[in-house]
């Protein structure tokens, strides 16, 4: 029968990017469900952002045109 000191995990231990406190397997890679919803809503505010390079805007730009 297994126990928990015989079974290795998935992936190695890493902090909530939050807060730092150990993730939790049920929020990976969060410790929580406040964790997760607090970085859900910077990416929903525009917090976050993607940066886009003027080559990438250059070529959106040209397909648009149909050049």
């Not at 397997?25 to 003027?54: M, N, Q």
């Amino acid at each position: 029968m297994a126990t928990a000191d015989n079974v290795t995990p998935l992936r190695p231990a890493r902090p909530c990017p939050e807060c730092g406190q150990p993730s939790a397997r049920e929020h990976f890679p969060f410790c929580s469900h406040r964790c997760k919803d607090v970085d859900l809503s910077r990416w929903l505010t525009g917090s976050y952002a993607i940066p886009v390079t003027e080559e990438e805007e250059n070529v959106e730009e040209t397909a648009q045109r149909g050049d």
